[in-house]
């Protein structure tokens, strides 16, 4: 098996800095590749601690954090037992749960109409237009 690099960062984006808050975002990179994250979580930069990755004073986000970081781990180490090398980005998708298949818009219309229609709030008409 080839060798396999893997690091997780916690890191606030001040680009995007309002009103004196950041926001905070993880980063996964697998053999020098990268994806990124929002945590959708705010933080005030001067309690940020950039060497800890950790928040003074919250320690509820500190262990949402942590609990980040051991899903990540445990997401690559089930990866890597069906001897395959994860990448970042499935990494990152299997995290957020993103589906792996893709709807489009006719397929997205046709489910939509077929719930109005379970629902029975609109006229035979309105499903014509649909």
Partial sequence: MNKLSFS???Y???SREKAGK???YCRISINRKKAEFSM???IDA???NVEAEKVKGLPELNA???STFLDLKAIRDNILEQDRIPTAKEVRDKYLKKEESSTNLLEYVSS???QMERIGDR???TFKKY
């Fill in 8 to 10: 997780i960062k916690f």
């Fill in 12 to 14: 606030l984006l001040s």
């Fill in 22 to 24: 950041q926001p905070l």
């Fill in 40 to 42: 959708n979580e705010w």
């Fill in 46 to 48: 001067r309690k940020w």
């Fill in 64 to 66: 949402k954090i942590k």
């Fill in 112 to 114: 939509y109409i077929e």
């Fill in 123 to 125: 006229s035979h008409s």
